[in-house]
């Protein structure tokens, strides 16, 4: 059976992050060969990885001959280059499955090695399906993060009063920046961070992913979409609301009927076992019977602007879109994921309404790990 590599560092390899659960700037490898997972990282870090206890075998790049290296005249991409090589010589590797993001300086030195590499990102994105005890915690930590922005975001909302000409909060005009710097600090005081996510006004909401800016008017729908990450694990959640200031116009009051109906018969079809691609087929079976058009409708190479356009929903974890996949094309679920359902209906120049809960799919059903009402006016 071939061995398992993985070259990086935590930060941006979620593969790394799941084998060892900790922030690591700089890149080490990871092997796990004949039974043994052996992680080969700078002295600096061998403790922090033996005392994780999860059975990593932490040896440091001096058993590799990097010291002999350093003083070879070699630059450091290069000693650790040969470090890596020579620990797989030593591990008696001569066959790894490696994920897409290998890289390709290393791999082409260990290809000189005569070590036969295949990507094979599958079975890296299946060892991350079921989430260990250490990212589920985190991922809810970062579930109630996302729920304190959204509270923070309807305390700012709520908050707004006419003046100048649109609405203000505390004299302030009321726009997107002014809700994402609520929602962000929310984020901060429960252990969590993004680098991005969504207040789209109006005709924003209908435009994917755009994140959203500008004044703030009543009648215009809100579409909060928020995937803050929590410190601690690195693991994310994801959520979204939507919501009306005053009085809802009754397109979007139907949009909203209608998706919170989709939410509700999609998640109670998620299990284990269940193909990803009948829980979206059965969202869009609701949204085309009420005249609404889907991705699955849409004719062949036609680009949809209106209706139902993306996914249903999509795994979360280490990456806030993993496998496994529920659209088009879809996975079977197993008990340890986690999953997004978001279905959504919009229309192009106006807005839309999007509702996203985050799942824990069990051995018999799934639990809703998101806490947060509905209401579309505030």
């Not at 991922?139 to 959204?150: D, H, T, V």
């Not at 962000?184 to 006004?201: C, K, M, N, P, Q």
């Not at 193909?275 to 079976?285: E, Q």
């Not at 609701?286 to 680009?303: H, N």
Request: proline share 5%; net charge negative; aromatic share 6%.
């Amino acid at each position: 059976m071939p061995a398992s590599l993985v070259v990086g560092d935590t930060i941006r390899s979620p593969e790394l992050r799941h084998e060892v659960p900790l922030g690591i700037t700089d890149p080490f490898l990871f092997a796990e060969h004949e039974g043994s997972r052996q992680v080969v990282i700078t002295a600096f870090e061998v403790d922090r990885v033996a005392d994780l206890g999860l059975g990593l075998e932490a040896r440091p790049f001096e058993e590799f001959g990097y010291d002999a290296l350093v003083t070879s005249g070699l630059d450091v991409a290069a000693v650790k280059r040969e470090v890596f090589a020579n620990a797989c010589a030593s591990l008696r590797i001569s066959e790894a499955i490696v994920p897409d993001g290998f890289p390709l300086a290393v791999a082409q030195r260990l290809r000189d090695a005569g070590v036969v590499l295949t990507t094979d990102q599958q079975a890296f994105n299946a060892r991350r399906r079921v989430k260990s005890p250490f990212e589920l915690a985190g991922i809810r930590r970062a579930q109630r993060a996302a729920e304190a922005g959204m509270g923070a975001c309807v305390e700012v909302l709520r908050a707004a009063v006419p003046g100048n000409g649109g609405l203000t909060v505390d004299g302030e005009p009321l726009t997107a920046e002014l809700v994402k710097g609520a929602i962000g600090a929310a984020f901060l005081r429960y252990g969590s961070t993004a680098d991005e996510f969504i207040v789209a006004v109006a005709a924003q909401g209908a435009v994917g992913h755009d994140a959203g800016s500008g004044p703030i008017a009543p009648g215009e729908s809100i579409v909060v979409d928020l995937w803050p990450r929590d410190r601690e694990s690195a693991c994310f959640a994801d959520m979204t609301r939507t919501f009306v200031l005053g009085e809802v116009p009754t397109e979007l009051a139907e949009y909203h009927r209608l998706v919170r109906e989709a939410l509700d018969v999609a998640v109670a079809l998620v299990r284990p076992g269940v193909d990803g691609r009948s829980v979206y087929a059965a969202v869009c079976d609701l949204f085309e019977a009420a005249g609404q058009p889907t991705g699955r409708s849409k004719p062949a190479g036609a680009v949809l602007r209106d209706g139902f356009f993306h996914g249903l929903g999509h795994g979360v974890g280490l990456e806030v879109h993993e496998r496994p996949g529920m659209g088009r094309y879809g996975d079977e679920l197993v008990a340890g994921d986690v999953v997004t359902i978001e279905p959504g209906l919009y229309r192009k120049g106006y807005g839309g309404v999007r509702l996203e809960d985050l799942l824990l799919v069990t051995e018999d059903g799934c639990e809703n790990l998101s806490d947060f009402p509905y209401d579309l006016e505030v």
